[in-house]
């Protein structure tokens, strides 16, 4: 029996504002996926692979998770003896969830009580990301458990809040000329890190007060006005949050992007964003004319992930 794909995801909106209490729009991205297999373990990868399995599963011996969500440790440490290793194409470092969805494949593998991630109630859903995210936090020191939800609901969730999410449909894409793109910066980022400075800034309270009063403002909005493809609206807040960040998250923007983040603010032919905690991988690019942007943005790799 084969076990099931987990595909990456990717935050279109809310990046470090969900710590501080603003919504979130994340969406499932099926062009990188995993899944647990077992072989000889004959390649380097798979032996690594197996070997990283080894010492998570001894974190998860450590974890106290309730009754509901009980993980059968036993029978993981087993299949690892006997050959298990989470074969993926998700790139690390690159903000599009390589931990989550190992975390989401083992909790639908190894879960005692079986859910059905379509039948999930809101409420299960609330303590499904708090499991996820004790369940992550071996990978990045501090995990919301958003990515592995993803991951696991293989879902467009919105994040209305700390306490409360949904799953939620997203316009369907359509071939025109506007496009939601992903750009390579060249280089991996850690997300500890950048996290570590986004807390460092949230201790003045200049950034603070501009995160609440400018960056949520603009993040919201765009996220109600994509929900109902209002494009105008959706392009006129967009620009204040790239620009917002160009200004206040420099240290996330990996120094191969500044002058092409500077180029679409400047020219309206595009704008940028932090993809995840930035620092490195991926940057999300957002235009009406993919064309023309696609030429501006020579010399980069680019995917395109959703048109409209």
């Known amino acids: 029996m084969t076990n099931p794909l ?64 009980t993980l059968d440790i036993e029978s993981f440490k087993n299949d690892i003896s006997n050959g298990l290793f989470f074969d993926s194409n998700i790139p690390q470092g690159y903000g599009v969830g390589s931990s989550g969805a ?13 859910l059905n991630p379509e039948n999930i109630s809101k409420e299960n859903l609330k303590k499904l990301k708090a499991i996820f995210g004790e369940m992550e936090s071996y990978f990045h ?25 949904d799953r939620v449909s997203i316009p369907e894409g359509q071939e025109g000329k506007g496009a939601i793109f992903l750009i390579d910066s060249g280089i991996t980022g850690e997300t500890g890190p950048m996290i ?15 995160l609440k009063e400018e960056f949520i403002r603009y993040n919201n909005a765009c996220i109600e006005a ?19 960040a160009y200004e206040h998250f420099r240290p996330m923007i990996p120094e191969s992007i500044f002058k092409i983040w500077k180029k679409g603010l400047d020219s309206n032919a595009y704008y940028l964003k932090l993809c995840g ?29 959703y048109r409209f």
């Open 277 to 305: 905690s930035g620092g490195g991988g991926y940057i999300l690019g957002f235009t009406q004319d993919y064309e023309k942007a696609e030429k501006m943005l020579d010399g980069f790799q680019k995917e395109v992930i």
């Open 226 to 244: 994509f929900l109902k493809k209002d494009m105008n609206p959706f392009f006129r807040n967009l620009k204040k949050l790239s620009h917002w």
């Open 196 to 210: 570590q400075i986004f807390f460092e800034k949230m201790k003045t309270e200049g950034f603070r007060k501009t």
């Open 141 to 165: 020191g501090k995990s919301s458990g958003m990515d592995p939800l993803i991951c696991y609901m293989n879902l467009p969730i919105l994040i209305e809040n700390k306490e409360n999410l």
């Open 6 to 69: 987990f595909y990456a995801k990717i935050i279109l909106f809310g990046e470090y504002g969900m710590i501080e209490d603003s919504q979130g729009l994340v969406v499932p991205y099926s062009f990188y996926k995993g899944t647990l297999k077992f072989s000889d373990l004959s390649s380097e990868f798979e032996l690594k692979s197996n070997r990283h399995l080894q010492k998570y599963s001894d974190f998860l011996t450590t974890l106290d998770l309730s009754d509901d969500f």
């Open 102 to 114: 190992l975390v989401a494949a083992i909790f639908e593998k190894y879960s005692v009580s079986k």
